[in-house]
């Protein structure tokens, strides 16, 4: 079982940075693909970019690409999404998200992510 616990959300301006961090406290954490989404007020979980159990792969959503960077740390069990240039749009409780273990590839649909952590909120004023 994964436990995941965000951090690094708050307040930025827009044209910003932030990074978020996500620990997991599992032992099954290397053997996962690992996911960042967020969910805006009113609107559904939207998937913002994933990275493959080994860390040679990711995707990311049109509208974060070339902004966002997710990394993971396995030796820490932890995975980051830095954000650059922020736009308002990109307010939202940010979510991040382990897949099944020792399953292969990347998946952009949150029914293939098993455990999910509490949530980060990221605040973008224009």
């Known amino acids: 079982q994964e436990q995941l616990v965000e951090s690094g959300g708050g307040l930025v301006q827009a044209g910003g940075s932030l990074r978020l961090s996500c620990a997991a406290s599992?032992?099954?954490?290397?053997?996962?693909?690992l996911g960042w989404f967020r969910q805006a007020p009113g609107k559904e979980r939207q998937f913002v970019a994933a990275?493959?159990?080994?860390?040679?792969?990711?995707s990311y959503a049109d509208s974060v690409k070339g902004r966002f960077t997710i990394a993971r740390d396995n030796a820490k069990r932890t995975v980051y999404l830095q954000m650059n240039s922020l736009e308002p749009e990109d307010a939202a409780v940010y979510y991040c998200a382990a897949g099944r273990a020792f399953s292969s590839g990347i998946s952009r649909a949150t029914a293939d992510y098993e455990y999910w952590g509490q949530g980060a909120q990221v605040t973008v004023s224009s």
């Open positions: 990275i493959k159990y080994s860390g040679g792969t990711s």
């Open positions: 599992g032992r099954t954490f290397n053997y996962r693909a």
